[in-house]
Structures are given as C-alpha cells and as structure tokens.
C-alpha cells in the first residue's frame, strides 16, 4: 500500500512483458488503441509510450511524453514516458531492453522535447 515507485515498476514490467517491440510498417507511423496493443502483443516505442500512459493515468499517475532525436538522425526518432513520482520525472522506455529509470545516454541526443498528457 503507498508504495508508488513499486506500483509504477509493476506497470511498466507487465507492459515490457506483454507488448514485443517491432517496427512499424516500411515508411508509415502506425499507432493503435491501447486495448488493441494487448491483443497484438506487439508495437514500437508510441505503442509502448501509449498503453503504459494509459494505465498510469487510469490508477492516478500524472505523465508526460519525451521525444528525442538521435544525433544520428534528421527526425525526431523516439518516444518515451516520463511519470511524476514525488517531485521528481522518473523515465520509463518499455520499447528497450533496459530497466526503469533508464534514458538515452546524453551523447547521443541531439534534441528533447518534453510534451504534457491531458487526463
């Protein structure tokens, strides 16, 4: 009970567990519906940023989206959430094989851009 960073991290290790990364279709940026994420089991990093918003927002959580730009690309090229525990924004990227907390190193962002989720 209370224990927000332990709630935060079950969420985000079921999504990791459920939701298999794969590319989008060649030269479209797909999304989908949460509910349709879980039934393919399968997205890139806006379908993983949209269904663990989704269920951090439904249990009272407030998130943010971060997109960055690699410094080996002209594009804005990937997309993360950020979730509000305490006073701090602690990053959650389930579309990489990395735990909780984990970010992009520095050195290799170009660009950040932070955007807020209306409830």
Known sequence: ???????VLTIFKFVR?????????YG??????PIRTLQMRSGDC?????????M???????????????KDSEEWNHIYLLVR???RWWP???SVNHPAGWEAPKEMVRNVRDYEVPV
């Open 85 to 87: 525990l305490g006073d």
């Open 1 to 7: 009970e209370k224990d927000w960073h332990a709630e």
């Open 46 to 54: 806006d379908y993983a940023a949209i269904i663990l918003g989704s």
């Open 56 to 70: 951090l927002q439904a249990v009272g959580y407030e998130v943010r989206l971060r997109v960055i730009q690699t």
């Open 92 to 94: 959650l990227d389930a």
């Open 28 to 33: 479209v940026d797909q999304y989908s519906h």
């Open 17 to 25: 567990s459920k939701v298999r990364y794969v590319y989008d279709a």
